[in-house]
């Protein structure tokens, strides 16, 4: 049972600590794209990996995606500033996963939408012998230039300022709010719907166990022992967040978000900013299995998940 829980990836939703805020101005979102196309272009295109990874179709490791960032773009800055600092790039990107993981899944929808070059290490969810090194237990754990980052909401409030020295940061506004409920309501959601029969339960882990890293045995094991485990963990993590209705909590976490949306393209306006790519990366890996694909049919949520898949694009790794 102790290993059949370790493989229930996407049933540990922590709620995340927050920090990073920000009210980005459509500007300030413009001047951050423009500098990582360019970027993007002129460095990292050669390091360019195709790969379709919508979730359950997606090969199973990862992809990794190339561009990068990295300038200071303050709320001065005109359209033709120069581009970031060298000594702001982040050279060497690792990101220590489970690839059906929603948080290690909002940090990949970070990295994709900046552009940020990463590499992917798939960890064994049984022996996690892939993160023996780190003191911290959970994924994702991302190496940046040699600094262990933890915590997919801390990873993304470090990573924004590093990339992004000016980006907006307050604990009050919009965004932050947002994505606090993202960390403390919506994932808490996902597992009570993607196990809620047994039927689904196999569906979600014959993806787990499909994409993640499992030798043979441990594969076929997983598939129905962790489904079946799920199963009923699932019904205990209803009642512990006061769920009655799984689906019903699905739908209404996605029409709460539209009606956010207050008619927007994006909470950020006419870019995502820090709130829709949170939501967008703990529901992608649920988009293709039949939770997700009745959330889309039941709700108003699919033209902006549509929105967001053009705008993150689809994500590809380099295999570490
Ligand atoms: N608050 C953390 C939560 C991370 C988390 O709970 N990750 C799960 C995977 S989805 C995990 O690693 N659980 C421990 C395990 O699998 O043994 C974050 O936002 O990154």
């Not at 600092?85 to 909002?106: G, M, S, T």
């Not at 969810?125 to 994924?139: A, F, G, L, R, T």
């Not at 940046?144 to 980052?149: A, I, K, L, N, T």
Request: glycine residues 6%.
């Amino acid at each position: 049972m102790r290993r059949v829980s370790g493989l229930a990836t996407i049933s540990r939703a922590v709620p995340g600590a927050f920090a990073t805020p920000a009210a980005a101005s459509a500007t300030h979102h413009r001047l951050v794209q423009a500098a990582v196309t360019s970027a993007s272009s002129s460095h990292l295109f050669s390091q360019m990996i195709g790969g379709d990874r919508s979730a359950v179709a997606a090969p199973p490791a990862p992809y990794g995606f190339a561009g990068t960032v990295f300038f200071s773009a303050a709320s001065s800055s005109l359209p033709q500033e120069a581009p970031p600092a060298e000594k702001l790039l982040p050279k060497d990107v690792v990101l220590y996963q489970y690839e059906a993981c929603p948080f290690c899944n909002k940090v990949k929808a970070f990295l994709d939408y900046y552009n940020i070059p990463y590499k992917v290490v798939e960890v064994n969810p049984i022996n996690k012998k892939e993160i023996k090194w780190s003191d911290y237990k959970k994924v994702p754990i991302l190496n940046v230039d040699g600094e262990q980052m933890v915590d997919s909401s801390d990873i993304i409030n470090k990573l924004v300022q590093r990339i992004d020295p000016g980006y907006p940061t307050s604990d009050a506004d919009e965004e932050s709010k947002w994505r606090g409920w993202v960390d403390n309501h919506l994932v808490h959601v996902l597992s009570p719907n993607i196990y809620r029969s047994p039927s689904e339960a196999l569906e979600s882990f014959d993806y787990i166990t499909t994409h993640g890293n499992f030798s043979f045995m441990e594969r076929l094991v997983a598939k129905y022992a962790g489904a079946a485990a799920m199963y009923f963990v699932s019904k205990k993590l209803k009642k512990k967040h006061s769920i009655t209705d799984e689906r019903a909590a699905l739908y209404d976490a996605a029409e709460t978000w539209v009606d956010a949306l207050k008619g927007r393209e994006y909470l950020g306006d006419s870019k995502p900013n820090l709130a829709d790519l949170a939501v967008f990366g703990v529901l992608r890996p649920i988009r293709n299995l039949k939770s997700g694909q009745d959330m889309v049919e039941q709700t108003r949520i699919g033209g902006w998940y549509s929105r967001m898949e053009g705008a993150v694009g689809k994500p590809s790794a380099i295999k570490a």
